[in-house]
């Protein structure tokens, strides 16, 4: 049974940091990419960095581009996000999920984290 378990989340200042973790089991997780997602109160989930299955090439969308970094640890099974300089519009759950998977493609989420950041 896949199970996705996202910690690390909290409340923090503007420019302040924090790094997700994202536990994986019930499948392959070196087989698969990886990403993060978040959501926003009132506005749909959005991808936010996605890590191959060896961590050989990594995207991020724009507006974080230079203030987080995904990496991951196959040998954990677990997925990260350090998130620097956060701003107040990070303010989101945080998501982790491997896009190509069927499970991705039924809809299945882990319960998430947040994360706030303040001004």
């Known amino acids: 049974q896949v199970q996705l378990v996202e910690s690390g989340g909290g409340l923090v200042q503007v420019g302040g940091s924090l790094r997700l973790s994202c536990a994986a089991s019930?499948?392959?997780?070196?087989?698969?990419?990886m990403s993060w997602y978040r959501q926003a109160p009132g506005k749909e989930r959005e991808l936010v960095a996605t890590?191959?299955?060896?961590?050989?090439?990594?995207n991020y969308k724009d507006s974080v581009k230079g203030r987080f970094a995904i990496s991951r640890d196959n040998a954990k099974n677990t997925v990260y996000l350090q998130m620097n300089s956060l701003k107040p519009e990070d303010t989101a759950v945080y998501y982790c999920?491997?896009?190509?998977?069927?499970?991705?493609?039924?809809?299945?989420w882990g319960q998430g984290t947040q994360v706030t950041v303040s001004s």
């Open positions: 019930g499948f392959s997780f070196s087989s698969y990419a």
């Open positions: 890590v191959t299955d060896a961590g050989g090439s990594i």
């Open positions: 999920n491997a896009p190509s998977s069927s499970w991705y493609k039924r809809g299945y």
